[in-house]
């Protein structure tokens, strides 16, 4: 799968796709979560990347899908044990994405110390909108991310919020993965997820970003 990355004008196949776990203090809370000392990092599948204007599909397997909308980092450069005082000039674009989570699979996941790739990784469980290059942005912390379900505004958060930066998670990322170009990084999400259902339209905007627009599909 390519997905199209329009501040390079390059098709890139995207190849690790970081998710960065109980990242806002108050979505930490809300999920009864301890706060994390260091980065808490899991990972999704490629394929279930999905692009604006896609069908989010609801597996028969989970009851409970909820939405965490998300700034997403674009690596541009490859990278090992990368500075913190260099690790924006190794991001390529921002753009806004959803991590769809099934939270009944992770909730029984966490109970029995199981990893997330199920309750995190079914088809179209990750999606992603039109990035904006990085040198457009000269402050992520000053960008703005909320979303919205069928009109209504469900999460809204600021990026200066996060317990971790983008420039301290692309570091310690790199210390333990060497980061690639077409890389993506979810950088974790604001308070005020919760379950979608069927017919649900999610419209995620950011100051600055490009909007993303899915449609909710039980199957
Ligand atoms: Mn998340």
């Not at 799968?1 to 203090?25: D, F, Q, T």
């Not at 990278?79 to 992770?106: C, F, W």
């Not at 997820?193 to 627009?213: F, I």
Request: glycine share 10%.
């Amino acid at each position: 799968m390519n997905i199209h990355l329009p501040m390079s004008g390059l098709k890139v196949r995207p190849g690790k796709v970081l998710c960065i776990g109980r990242n806002y203090a108050a979505h930490a809370a809300e999920m009864q979560s301890d706060i994390p000392v260091a980065p808490v990092i899991f990972l999704k599948p490629p394929t279930a990347l999905l692009g604006h204007g896609g069908e989010v599909l609801l597996p028969p397997a989970s009851k409970d899908v909820h939405h965490e909308v998300e700034l997403v980092v674009a690596i541009g450069k490859k990278g090992k044990n990368i500075p913190v005082s260099d690790a924006l000039n190794h991001v390529e674009g921002y753009a806004l994405g959803i991590d769809m989570t099934a939270r009944d699979l992770q909730s029984e996941a966490k109970r029995c110390g199981l990893p997330w790739s199920v309750a995190k990784g079914f088809d179209t469980f990750a999606p992603l909108g039109t990035f904006t290059p990085a040198r457009d942005i000269s402050d992520p912390r000053r960008l703005r991310i909320s979303l919205h379900v069928n009109g209504m505004l469900r999460q809204q958060g600021s990026v200066s919020r996060m317990l971790f930066g983008v420039d301290e998670l692309v570091a310690y990322a790199s210390s333990i993965f060497t980061l690639m170009p077409g890389d993506l990084m979810y950088t974790g999400t604001p308070e005020g997820v919760a379950a979608v259902e069927d017919g649900d339209r999610l419209v995620a905007t950011g100051t600055g970003l490009q909007d993303l627009a899915v449609d909710v599909r039980r199957i």
